[in-house]
């Protein structure tokens, strides 16, 4: 039971273009979502968050998307660039103190081009 | 954020075998969590580890297969014991940022290929 679900295994974007992640969920206890960046051999870099109060937050330019009703997020990276290019994973959380387990999706492999 | 180091960076073990995967943080920290990263899967955790107390495992992974130790507030292991060519995967070691949020920050990872 995939309960995140990321359905673009990969996306590749011009440099200098915007570049959108997908991210569906199915469980409505998820109230934290995350987005983390992956590059090989290295573990997930934190990128952004959003709580379930809010619709939307920008760091940068990255800014992520939500929307409780239908379930989705999305990552915007705006402008696009080289260094871009990796995994990026999101990740959801539900309310349980400290405790709360991170559930994660499968992954978009972000390709940014020349 | 914490820096976390884990050790082995990679490992090829034999069937059967048990490994050892040692995390340390460079900040005392509360809870620290394990994930596993099957091939072209997503990151599943496998236990929390709080210190002092026995970890706490996910539905699907056991403490015969998985022990944790936490004997202090900045280190942990994880075994992976008896191995087989289905524990091939990433092991990643991650702690809670200091925002108190829901962030939590990651090791490198251990890759462990058993053939």
């Known amino acids: 039971d995939q309960q995140v679900k990321q359905n673009s295994p990969s996306l590749s974007v011009q440099e200098g273009r915007i570049s959108i992640l997908n991210c569906d969920y199915t469980?409505?206890?998820?109230?934290?979502f995350l987005w983390y960046k992956k590059y090989p051999a290295e573990g997930p870099t934190f990128l952004i968050s959003?709580?379930?109060?809010?619709d939307k937050n920008e760091d940068g330019r990255f800014t992520v998307f939500l929307n409780k009703s239908a379930k989705h997020l999305s990552l915007h990276i705006v402008p696009s660039q080289p260094g871009d290019s990796a995994v990026y994973f999101c990740?959801?959380?539900?309310?349980?103190?400290?405790?709360?387990?991170?559930?994660f999706g499968t992954g978009t492999r972000l390709q940014v081009t020349l | 954020s914490a820096v976390i180091s884990q050790k082995p960076s990679r490992d090829i073990c034999q069937r059967g075998t048990s490994l050892t995967i040692q995390c340390q943080v460079d900040?005392?920290?509360?809870?620290m969590f394990w994930y596993r990263q099957q091939p072209g899967q997503s990151l599943t955790l496998i236990a929390t580890?709080?210190?002092?107390?026995?970890?706490?495992?996910e539905s699907g992974f056991v403490i015969d297969k998985f022990p944790i130790s936490r004997p202090n507030l900045t280190f942990s292991t994880l075994t992976v014991s008896n191995m087989s060519p289905e524990d091939s995967s990433i092991y990643l070691c991650?702690?809670?940022?200091?925002?108190?949020?829901?962030?939590?920050?990651f090791g490198p990872g251990t890759r462990l290929t058993v053939t």
């Open positions: 469980n409505s206890m998820f109230d934290y």
């Open positions: 900040s005392q920290v509360t809870m």
């Open positions: 580890a709080n210190q002092g107390s026995e970890a706490t495992y």
């Open positions: 991650s702690v809670y940022g200091e925002s108190g949020e829901y962030e939590q920050y």
């Open positions: 990740a959801a959380s539900a309310a349980a103190g400290t405790a709360s387990k991170l559930t």
């Open positions: 959003i709580s379930s109060i809010k």
